[in-house]
């Protein structure tokens, strides 16, 4: 009976490990996109997916 328990407790651990490695995987991966995507966009102060006009020109200065 205790080869079981320890058989299923290093079935566990093994499935446990695997699952870490590719936990960490995804996020290397999610961190290296975010990276290659560049900085964030500062916070607008209009909510998102509102159509109102940007208080910046295309030029990124504030028109008169």
Do not use: C, I, Y
């Not at 936990?23 to 995507?37: F, I, P, T, V, Y």
């Not at 209009?46 to 008169?64: H, M, V, Y």
């Amino acid at each position: 009976m205790r080869r079981k328990d320890d058989a299923e407790a290093e079935e566990r651990a093994r499935r446990l490990a695997a699952a870490l490695r590719e936990n960490l995987k995804r996020r290397k991966a999610q961190s290296r996109g975010r990276d290659a995507a560049g900085p964030p966009a500062p916070p607008s102060d209009t909510p998102a997916g509102s159509d109102a006009p940007s208080p910046l020109s295309p030029a990124g200065e504030a028109e008169d």
